[in-house]
């Protein structure tokens, strides 16, 4: 995608939303990177939350406004 979004001129960042990908559960160092980034924002993002590296289809994809 950003590839794509950089093809057009424009800033990928400024169209996708922001991502992370945790891996190892509460002790990834991703999964902090979320939590401080949470915690600094107004918190009224929407989360999309997608489980684990072998589903597929949508399945167990769920929405949330809170941690």
Do not use: C
Not at 7 to 27: C, N, R, S, W
Not at 40 to 56: A, R
């Amino acid at each position: 995608m950003r590839f794509y979004y950089e093809a057009l001129g424009q800033d990928p960042f400024i169209a996708l939303p922001m991502t992370f990908h945790v891996k190892d559960g509460l002790e990834d160092p991703e999964f902090s990177r979320f939590l401080n980034h949470y915690n600094s924002n107004d918190k009224q993002n929407i989360w999309i939350i997608k489980p684990g590296e072998n589903t597929n289809r949508g399945n167990g994809i769920s929405v949330s406004k809170d941690i």
